[in-house]
């Protein structure tokens, strides 16, 4: 079986530049997820997708960052425009969808994002 | 206040000890736990469920005490693969498999 794919694995940007990261799921995973992972820091989620719906952008920072999952399969996420503290992981992870039940995430492994 | 708390580490141990890990979790509301495991400059990887009865998959035993909101990780006999960095995490109450995670313990098992 396929794991969940991400690209680019690195980018390097220049503060105030744009970036997008791309995340294709498992096939058949109901749930995308996006977490930012700073170094040292455990991931910290920033937005979770259930089909092509937001269930949770709480903390997705949206004067910045946004993301989208078209057709509820592969999902982008965008950053316009970077702060250094954007420098981080950024991890995509998907599920299938039990509500009331917690199911392994299975994660991508993730783009390394340096704002410079 | 972070919700998960977990002492960052680094543990240092020969091949063969005995190594736990603690974590604590403030919201009461917390429904679900887990251990995931990162290796260095790698995604997250589930290593297992805790479960109240407490619970054991080979050299791990993982244990939950709802009402200390303590988890605890036993890997007995360590081996070099066994460094990484393990992940504590738990899920919120609500349906939408929200993982919270702790920073990470990191392990450093030497010959």
């Known amino acids: 079986e396929a794991g969940v794919a991400q690209s680019p694995r690195y980018k390097i940007i220049e503060k105030r530049q744009s970036v997008a990261f791309w995340c294709n799921p498992i096939?058949?995973?109901?749930?995308l997820y996006w977490y930012q992972q700073i170094l040292g820091q455990g991931p910290k989620l920033l937005i979770q997708?259930?089909?092509?719906?937001?269930?949770?952008d709480s903390q997705l920072p949206k004067d910045r960052f946004s993301a989208e999952r078209l057709k509820g399969v592969d999902s982008t996420l965008k950053i316009q425009p970077a702060k250094l503290e954007d420098s981080a992981v950024y991890l995509c992870?998907?599920?299938?969808?039990?509500?009331?039940?917690?199911?392994?995430?299975?994660f991508g492994p993730g783009t390394r994002l340096t704002v410079t | 206040r972070k919700e998960v708390e977990q002492d960052p580490g680094p543990f240092n141990v020969p091949e063969g000890a005995t190594v736990a890990f603690n974590c604590t979790y403030s919201?009461?509301?917390?429904?679900?736990f887990f251990w995931y495991r990162q290796d260095c400059r790698k995604e997250p990887k589930l290593l297992m469920s805790?479960?109240?009865s407490g619970n054991e998959d080979g050299r791990f035993t993982a244990q939950l005490n709802r009402a200390s909101q303590y988890i605890s990780l036993l890997i007995r006999d360590s081996k070099l693969s066994d460094s990484a960095t393990y992940l504590c995490?738990?899920?919120?109450?609500?349906?939408?498999?929200?993982?919270?995670f702790g920073a990470g313990t990191r392990l450093a098992v030497h010959p």
């Open positions: 805790v479960y109240s």
């Open positions: 992870a998907s599920s299938p969808l039990r509500r009331g039940s917690s199911y392994e995430q299975y």
């Open positions: 096939s058949g995973h109901a749930t």
């Open positions: 997708f259930q089909n092509n719906g937001v269930v949770d």
């Open positions: 919201n009461s509301a917390s429904q679900s």
């Open positions: 995490v738990v899920t919120h109450s609500g349906g939408y498999n929200k993982l919270i």
